[in-house]
């Protein structure tokens, strides 16, 4: 008898031990849900809440009494699609877990992502009498992997597609016809240069705003890079693309308004044709930028790619590959010298140092032509500092043999529009020790007016270092009197278009006669060129032109000429003209 109580006992007693461990572990899994960063909601099987935990209240702004007794639909937000939750009924009908994303609403309106589990609680019998979603808040993460995307595939300045979106988007069009159409804002380095980066940005938004409004709702538009836009436009032929140029795209051009500045802009297009101009977006492009360059250089607005472009490319290809060759190389560059005199003395003062190329691979290659093609590949400032370096070892050979006359070297805008350009001349200076500096830079007004800031730094700082500046071809540009008053000029080059007719063209006449008046007003010194007989000397001579350079004096010679000329005693010193037509 004693046994077998004593047996019930340690029975009663494992029972006892075995509901405290339950006790306690169902006081441990209260506790777990209760102070989970996760939410927990527990419904019955009509979906009315019966509990919700702390950082249910927290995340969504719902105190518990605010939603026991009501159901989840007071969460919903719209957004998520139907569909969602007829799978979530389904899985719970069967008795199953179900696993997902929902979108949400918060108290205050705010919209919250969350990865939701939702689980049927049985009970002792085995039946489901309850349901508990456990939802994890993934909306930074969300908003996160939203931000990588737009880095990815989205430009960040105007949100159109970037680069990498418009190649998979070939991808997805290598087998329709399309116009790839590409989009370029005139001048924008000036404007991000006059009114800052930032300023800058805001344009390129308000303008890819503008673009997109204008465009076709089938087109796909993204930012290439910089000023640069590209339009993929489907199904589209020559005559639909002109047509949306000129009655749609046109809107382009005209003043825009950024909000921080306002100012007006001008637009070029330039388009090929897929898969006729190229198989693949790399000589889409491409051509489309040849493309675009015809019309930068021939004034146009719009330009569609031709095969011949390519074939002229290839030839300028050709060419910069000789020009690079010279630069690094200048084997065959070399420089010579027109003499310009003073016009009451009839001395030799100096001369213009000229650029020739007689290279034996470009034969009909002229010197203007290469001029331009290095503009185009943006060798302009290299080739400035070989021409300096060349004209400031001639002056060093003239001033050793006492030779006091100017040398003048024209100058690129890219050069004078350069910060640094200054430093670099001050830098080949010390290379060159001259007893004078007679040295004078020729520009254009061009030059003086793109980034006038840059431009009045660096001719005070010239004008420092005792560099005359000139400014060349005057009154052929951009002519305003507003720029002699700001910049450090002490010369102006009166150009050969107005000496040409000067005796003849009574309106040319007045122009040289203004120019040299204005020039007198202002304590400038003025050189005429071009001139080639003799009435336009004497007349020249008579309306107060101090100097004079043309084929009437002399044909541009060699610097070994100049300096035999210069050195025999014909300087501006001295008394013998045998050089001189006077």
């Known amino acids: 008898m004693f046994n077998e109580v004593s047996r019930t006992a340690q029975t009663l007693q494992r029972h006892f031990d075995n509901a405290n461990n339950i006790a306690q572990q169902q006081q441990l899994l209260s506790e777990a849900v209760k102070q989970s960063s996760n939410s927990v909601i527990i419904t019955d099987l009509q ?16 105190s518990a009494d605010e939603v026991i007794g009501k159901t989840p639909k007071l969460l919903q937000s719209g957004l998520t699609p139907a569909k969602t939750y007829v799978d979530i009924r389904k899985a719970l009908e069967q ?12 108290k205050n309106g705010d919209l919250i992502s969350e990865k939701i589990s939702i689980v049927p609680i049985k009970n002792a019998s085995g039946e489901v009498w309850r349901l508990m979603a456990v939802k994890e808040n993934v909306t930074a993460l969300k908003q996160a992997e939203q931000h990588i995307q737009q880095l990815a595939f989205l430009d960040n300045v105007t949100k159109l597609a970037n680069r990498h979106s418009l ?3 070939f991808q997805k069009w290598q087998l329709r016809e399309f116009a790839l159409l590409m989009i370029n804002i005139n001048d924008f380095k000036q404007i991000n240069s006059q009114y800052g980066l930032i300023a800058g940005d805001e344009l390129l938004a308000n303008f890819a705003y503008k673009l997109r409004e204008l465009l076709p709702k089938s087109s796909f538009v993204a930012r290439l890079n910089s000023d640069e836009f590209i339009v993929m436009l489907p199904d589209t032929n020559i005559h639909g693309l002109t047509q949306l140029i000129q009655k749609k795209l046109q809107q382009l051009n005209g003043a825009i308004n950024t909000g921080l500045f306002n100012t007006v802009i001008r637009c070029r297009f330039a388009a090929c044709f897929y898969p006729v101009h190229g198989s693949n977006m790399s000589d889409l492009l491409s051509n489309a930028d040849m493309a675009m360059r015809n019309v930068k250089h021939r004034k146009e607005d719009f330009c569609i790619f031709q095969p011949v472009m390519k074939l002229e490319h290839e030839k300028q290809l050709k060419q910069l590959t000789i020009l690079r060759q010279e630069l690094l190389q200048p084997v065959h560059l070399k420089i010579v010298v027109q003499p310009q005199f003073d016009m009451s003395t009839h001395d030799c003062i100096g001369a213009e140092v000229l650029l020739r190329l007689p290279h034996p691979d470009t034969p009909n290659v002229n010197i203007y032509s290469y001029i331009l093609l290095v503009e185009r590949y943006g060798l302009a400032k290299q080739l400035d500092q070989w021409v300096i370096k060349q004209s400031l070892m001639l002056l060093q050979t003239l001033q050793q043999h006492r030779y006091a006359g100017k040398l003048s070297v024209n100058i690129s805008a890219a050069s004078f529009q350069d910060p640094y350009f200054v430093d670099s001349i001050k830098a080949q200076l010390a290379n060159y020790p001259l007893t004078e500096l007679n040295l004078t830079l020729e520009i254009t007004e061009t030059a003086l007016i793109s980034q006038p800031h840059v431009a009045i730094q660096n001719a005070e700082k010239l004008q420092q270092l005792g560099i005359c500046l000139a400014i060349d071809d005057f009154g052929t540009g951009h002519s305003s009197l507003a720029y002699l008053q700001q910049f450090s000029v002490c010369l102006l080059k009166i150009d050969k278009s107005f000496i040409d007719n000067v005796t003849t063209n009574a309106k040319d006449r007045a122009i040289v006669e203004t120019t040299l008046a204005l020039a007198k007003g202002l304590g400038l010194k003025t050189v005429a060129e071009g001139i080639e007989n003799q009435q336009q000397c004497k007349l020249l001579q008579q309306l107060g032109c101090d100097s004079a350079q043309g084929f009437f004096f002399s044909k541009p010679i060699s610097t070994e000429q100049f300096t035999e000329m210069a050195t025999d005693g014909r300087s501006a010193q001295g008394n013998h003209r045998n050089s001189s037509p006077f």
């Not at 702390?54 to 719902?62: E, K, V």
């Not at 008795?95 to 918060?106: R, V």
């Open 167 to 169: 190649l998979l988007q």
């Open 95 to 106: 008795g199953h877990s179900w696993c997902g994303e929902l979108i949400n609403k918060c």
């Open 47 to 62: 979906a009315n809440i019966l509990f919700v935990n702390q950082a249910f209240c927290n995340i969504s702004g719902y």
